[in-house]
């Protein structure tokens, strides 16, 4: 009698368990879930929610991400505007111009048009910080060094030849009858602090897209190593919560299926 | 079954590994991509500004705000040269495109800088657009294919085309 009893005991017991951390899988897990969830589903549309164009600009986030303007700046001023390289983003008057450049040469005001002058093109800005239009300069004997003005027109050094523009600011040409102490040439100056404040705003507040951040809170590299571990662990335990549903739901349907047929024997 | 198991692992990698490798780069010069359009002398460069109308018209077809206001294109006769930059998925491809008698001559790919949708740079692609004009729609009257894993830079290329097909009737109807 007690031989038959035992096992049936045992098995009660061990359902009874194996249910238990089932439940307890899946209240734990729930937070994880419905963070996967939102996450991916926003995330799947990030195109159309311009995600990647959104900008996250809680001081904390940032500084969490260690998002710092570096602290070599490249500026020049002109008639009233001040053109800065920070990293390799362009900024007009504190305003990113969304122009990508390695190097800034150096900055001139012509007339209704800005020169902010790369390694080897000339970027050509309206005071609004619209792009008029970059210029390629071909054919330059090496990076361009500096740039400068002669009346409306811009002058660009390169290897120590010359090139002049016209009054459009369109054409450069090469430059050989030089009268160079006309030239008023562009000399770097520092911005000052409140200038630099605004930079920092700037600057900052164009570092770390939305898309990043839910990306980041989706596969747990928020929280560095830790989170990646962490979000390892949720994925084999939502593959553990799936399997022992599965084993429930058989074990409930033979359970349910035998007592029917007993019923119907009995019957 | 492991051998086989490897080689499909391996193929399906493949695309990634070509995409890390950096294919993405400047293929061709402004300056030699020119001087190939018009191999007997290179025309002046002449700048057009883009306002009002035709602003729209070319806002319009890229689904986007044009970010210039003035380009660069050389001209001779019934023949345009246009160079412009059009974004793939987040950084531009240069992309230079010549118009003869207000049909494509030919479009190449001059630089792409992001890791994949490179391929719009051969010619099994960039062929399509010869002989391509604009129809009644302002859309282009050939059926361009696209690249299967390319699709935001086939749909840059392809807006590019209708843009100098656009810009080279306006300066044709000025002029």
């Not at chain 1, 899946?26 to 419905?34: A, C, E, N, P, Y």
């Not at chain 1, 986030?61 to 570096?70: F, S």
């Not at chain 2, 391996?10 to 070509?18: D, E, F, R, S, Y």
């Amino acid at each position: 009698m007690n031989t038959s009893r035992t096992p049936i005991n045992g098995n009660r017991r061990s359902g009874y368990w194996f249910r238990r951390g089932h439940r307890w899988i899946g209240v734990s897990l729930l937070f994880f879930v419905i963070l996967l969830a939102v996450t991916g589903i926003t995330l799947n549309h990030g195109d159309k929610l311009g995600l990647d164009r959104r900008f996250v600009s809680w001081s904390w986030v940032l500084n969490a991400y260690g998002i710092e303007m570096p602290s070599q700046l490249t500026s020049y001023a002109d008639a009233g505007h001040r053109a800065t390289l920070v990293g390799e983003r362009l900024f007009i008057d504190g305003r990113d111009v969304d122009q990508r450049v390695s190097t800034l040469a150096g900055f001139v005001a012509l007339g209704p048009m800005l020169l902010a002058a790369g390694e080897n093109a000339v970027h050509l800005l309206t005071p609004g910080g619209d792009l008029v239009e970059v210029i390629e300069l071909v054919g330059l004997p090496g990076p361009i060094d500096r740039v400068g003005r002669i009346g409306g027109q811009a002058v660009v050094q390169s290897a120590g030849s010359l090139l002049r523009s016209d009054d459009d600011i369109a054409v450069f040409t090469p430059w050989h009858d030089v009268a160079t102490a006309e030239i008023q040439w562009s000399v770097s100056t520092p911005p000052t602090a409140s200038e630099l404040a605004v930079l920092e705003l700037a600057y900052r507040g164009r570092g770390l897209t939305v898309e990043r951040v839910l990306l980041d809170l989706h596969s747990g590299r928020i929280l560095a190593l830790p989170g990646t571990l962490l979000m390892d662990i949720v994925g084999v335990f939502l593959i553990v919560l799936g399997m022992s549903g599965l084993v429930i739901s058989r074990s409930r349907n033979r359970r349910e299926n035998g007592a029917r047929n007993d019923k119907e024997s009995g019957s | 079954m492991l051998p086989r198991l490897t080689l499909l692992l391996l193929l399906a990698a493949g695309p990634v590994i070509a995409g890390l490798d950096g294919v993405a780069g400047r293929y061709l010069e402004t300056d030699d991509y020119l001087r190939g359009a018009f191999p007997t002398e290179l025309p002046t460069a002449q700048t057009l500004w883009v306002t009002g109308e035709l602003r729209d018209g070319v806002e319009r077809m890229l689904g986007h705000n044009f970010k210039s206001l003035r380009v660069r294109y050389w001209h001779d006769g019934a023949k345009s040269a246009w160079v412009l930059d059009e974004i793939g998925k987040e950084l531009p491809i240069t992309i230079g495109v010549t118009v003869s008698n207000d049909a494509i001559d030919n479009v190449r790919v001059l630089e792409f800088r992001e890791s994949r949708g490179w391929e719009v740079r051969y010619p099994f692609f960039t062929d399509q657009f010869v002989e391509a004009r604009l129809g009644p729609d302002a859309r282009l009257d050939t059926r361009i294919d696209g690249i299967t894993g390319a699709t935001l830079s086939v749909n840059a290329v392809t807006r590019i085309a209708r843009v100098a097909l656009l810009l080279h009737e306006h300066i044709t109807n000025t002029n």
